[in-house]
């Protein structure tokens, strides 16, 4: 219990450190990949009319995931989004969870834990919603690189903001009770507990 403590003091210290973000350097790289993008595609759908169905298709039909796009620039620029890995803290806060103590709850389940617990990350991914959500309390929503979404309920003092990519591991924030809520999604469908980690191994 001393270590864990110890990983909230020093979550709480990291928090309360200004951020220096370089926000106008963060705006203007957006900014310009957005007009690459723009250009891109008038290009693209002008050279054939094949392209423009094509285009239609796949931006309005197909879903797109932001973990994909961050794979295929991050193999190219380096990372698209900032990363969030505190690799001192994961190891503690990253334990098994015993599945006794994880029942069914809603759409997902709730697992057992200590109140103001920190909560690890259990596969990297982009931080596609942090809001509250009724039944959930604050919940953060990581699309994985793994192709699933994975909801993370009843948290409280969050780590990271809205499409900070996280790496697996990381802290995502604290139990608000003894207890916090998982919900696996893939394409869609719900996924059972035990069947996403037995998936997610092969």
């Given at each position: 219990?001393?270590?864990?403590?110890?990983i909230?003091?020093?979550?709480?210290?990291?928090?309360?450190?200004?951020?220096?973000d370089k926000k106008?350097?963060k705006?203007?790289?957006?900014?310009?990949?957005?007009?690459?993008?723009i250009?891109?595609?008038?290009?693209?759908?002008?050279?054939?009319?094949?392209?423009?169905?094509?285009?239609?298709?796949?931006?309005?039909?197909?879903?797109?995931?932001?973990?994909?796009i961050?794979?295929?620039?991050?193999r190219?620029?380096?990372s698209?989004?900032?990363?969030?890995?505190?690799?001192?803290?994961?190891?503690l806060?990253?334990?098994?969870?015993?599945?006794?103590?994880?029942?069914?709850?809603?759409?997902?389940?709730?697992?057992?834990?200590n109140k103001?617990?920190?909560?690890?990350?259990?596969?990297?991914?982009?931080?596609?919603?942090?809001?509250?959500?009724?039944?959930?309390?604050?919940?953060?929503?990581?699309q994985?690189?793994?192709?699933?979404?994975?909801?993370?309920?009843?948290?409280?003092?969050?780590?990271?903001?809205?499409?900070?990519?996280?790496?697996?591991?990381?802290?995502?924030?604290?139990?608000n009770?003894?207890y916090?809520?998982?919900?696996f999604?893939h394409?869609?469908?719900?996924?059972?507990?035990?069947?996403?980690?037995k998936?997610?191994e092969?």
């Amino acid at each position: 219990m001393d270590e864990i403590a110890l990983i909230n003091k020093r979550h709480q210290e990291r928090k309360m450190k200004p951020k220096d973000d370089k926000k106008v350097s963060k705006i203007f790289s957006k900014i310009l990949l957005s007009i690459i993008f723009i250009l891109i595609s008038c290009i693209y759908i002008h050279l054939d009319q094949n392209n423009l169905e094509s285009y239609k298709k796949l931006i309005f039909m197909d879903n797109i995931t932001f973990t994909k796009i961050n794979e295929v620039y991050h193999r190219f620029f380096g990372s698209l989004f900032p990363s969030i890995v505190n690799n001192e803290e994961s190891l503690l806060a990253n334990n098994e969870v015993n599945l006794n103590e994880v029942t069914p709850y809603n759409d997902g389940y709730k697992i057992k834990t200590n109140k103001n617990n920190p909560i690890s990350v259990i596969t990297s991914g982009i931080i596609v919603y942090l809001d509250d959500k009724e039944g959930y309390g604050k919940t953060a929503i990581i699309q994985g690189i793994d192709g699933y979404d994975i909801w993370y309920g009843n948290i409280t003092d969050p780590n990271v903001k809205l499409y900070d990519y996280v790496e697996k591991g990381s802290i995502l924030g604290n139990s608000n009770d003894e207890y916090y809520y998982n919900v696996f999604y893939h394409d869609g469908n719900k996924v059972n507990y035990e069947d996403y980690f037995k998936q997610t191994e092969n």
